[in-house]
């Protein structure tokens, strides 16, 4: 019965691989949200969808593509791993205009 | 720098009160948040206020505003070693879409 859910948790790969992280909510929220913790634990947003639209992509490289199948479901591909990709990828909901986002558990990715 | 400023760490003795203290820049800011992050876990949202707002208490939260210096404080009274986590401030800026910026994290560490 988890809020917002993401898979996997840990994520270990080699440079140069292509990988990807799945993100799910059963909240009926209407937004989702890709957020990145770097190592000093610093959280920037990387992408919002809105109903299943783009509609903010914070200057992150075009390897990062997210994919938004239906409203309850946000994923994240990422091309060509580097090691600067390793972070803590959060994923969040909340309703439109709303004053609450929920974040999932966080996927640590490292890369090698 | 950064658009949202907080102390790195603070430390304080439990039964104490902490009180950990947050600066942002953009006055368009209609609400603040405060978010807790305990070792590797997600975050979680403690309390929120709108940018109208002076005060806001829960149980043994408080958060100040002062909208003019544009400054954010949470107050934890009877501070328990459970309360050792990373807080973050964050700030909406625009009424849309509730992308937050985030603050770096201020880490609460609580000793018996």
């Known amino acids: 019965d988890t809020a917002v859910s993401q898979t996997p948790k840990y994520l270990v790969t080699q440079m140069g691989n292509d990988k990807s992280i799945k993100c799910e909510q059963n909240?009926?929220?209407?937004?989702m949200y890709w957020y990145k913790q770097d190592s000093k634990k610093f959280l920037k947003i990387m992408f919002s969808y809105n109903n299943k639209e783009l509609i903010i992509n914070e200057t992150v490289p075009n390897r990062f593509s997210p994919k938004s199948p239906d409203k309850a479901h946000l994923n994240l591909h990422i091309n060509s791993l580097e090691l600067g990709d390793s972070a803590v990828y959060f994923c969040a909901s909340g309703p439109t205009g709303a004053n609450e986002q929920f974040f999932g558990p966080g996927t640590r990715l490292t890369v090698l | 720098g950064e658009d949202v400023e907080q102390s790195l760490f603070l430390s304080v003795r439990e039964g104490d009160s902490s009180v950990i203290n947050c600066t942002y820049t953009d006055s368009s800011s209609t609400y603040l948040y405060w978010y807790k992050q305990e070792p590797g876990a997600g975050l979680q949202l403690l309390t929120y206020?709108?940018?109208?707002?002076d005060m806001k208490q829960d149980q043994r939260l408080t958060v100040l505003l002062n909208k003019k210096d544009k400054h954010l404080s949470l107050r934890i009274a009877d501070t328990q070693t459970g309360d050792s986590a990373i807080y973050f401030c964050?700030?909406?800026?625009?009424?849309?879409?509730?992308?937050?910026?985030f603050g770096k994290g201020t880490m609460l560490l609580v000793s018996p």
């Open positions: 206020i709108f940018s109208n707002m």
């Open positions: 909240l009926g929220h209407d937004t």
């Open positions: 964050a700030e909406r800026r625009n009424s849309g879409y509730s992308t937050l910026t």
